[in-house]
């Protein structure tokens, strides 16, 4: 999937029921976008995805490295709509700091082979 880097998403905030959707579409769009800002580290998502998705939530550090490279990079690529105030709310999220991590991810992969 990658040259040198693996493409990164982030996505949300999830719905009442704990959902959150990553469409091939919106994909496709978010790698080009990264791909843009350094073409020499990314091959073409098209052409090269392996069919790997690892998904992870969150931690309160990643929010704020995420803020602090939205306000870095917003000039000279395109984020999503809201994106910047997503992050910014999930940090006031009361529940942020009370998340088990490890419960959750395995509840998700639990769901994932269900799917599978």
């Known amino acids: 999937m990658h040259a040198k880097n693996s493409y990164t998403f982030i996505i949300g905030p999830t719905n009442i029921e704990g959902e959150a959707v990553l ?38 550090e990643d929010i704020r490295n995420a803020l602090a490279a939205f306000k870095q990079f917003k000039e000279y690529s395109k984020y999503p709509e809201g994106y910047q105030q997503m992050l910014e709310a999930a940090l006031l999220n009361p529940m942020l700091k009370e998340i088990d991590l490890i419960k959750v991810e395995k509840l998700f992969r639990s769901k994932v082979e269900r799917l599978l």
């Open 23 to 60: 469409s091939k579409a919106s994909i496709i769009m978010e790698a080009e976008e990264q791909r843009g800002l350094a073409l020499m580290d990314y091959r073409p998502i098209e052409n090269e995805f392996s069919g790997g998705i690892s998904i992870r939530i969150m931690t309160e």
